[in-house]
């Protein structure tokens, strides 16, 4: 079965940075498109970032909240998403969850995705 784990969540001062990983188990998933979520509190699951699969070139989404400050990448041979994210604020505070899906190419849409991890918490504080 497929397993994603999120690691890096922390608290950490506003204009900081943080890196979240992802390690997605049981399978390799090079040709699948992986995202990252968040979910602040009292809010719905934000779309933060994606990345498609190799045969799309690892092509990046990116919300325009987080367009310059967070750099999605994934490392394919170990299975592992990352989430680079500088300059952090106090609104990017909120549980950040991976998420792969089957198609190549990502998506904005949480309902897109097939799979998701437990979620990790980032805490922003001004």
């Known amino acids: 079965q497929v397993q994603l784990v999120e690691f890096g969540g922390g608290l950490v001062q506003a204009g900081g940075s943080l890196r979240l990983s992802c390690v997605v188990s049981g399978r390799s998933f090079s040709d699948r498109a992986l995202a990252w979520f968040r979910q602040g509190p009292g809010k719905g699951r934000e779309f933060v970032g994606s990345i498609s699969g190799l045969s799309a070139a690892h092509t990046k989404l990116y919300a325009n909240a987080v367009k310059g400050r967070f750099t999605i990448s994934r490392d394919d041979p170990t299975n592992t998403l990352f989430l680079q994210m500088s300059s952090l604020k106090p609104e990017d505070t909120a549980v950040y969850y991976c998420?792969?899906?089957?198609?190549?190419?990502?998506?904005?849409?949480?309902?897109?995705?097939?799979?998701w991890g437990q979620g990790t918490q980032v805490t922003v504080s001004a």
């Open positions: 998420a792969l899906r089957q198609g190549t190419y990502g998506s904005t849409t949480s309902n897109d995705y097939d799979y």
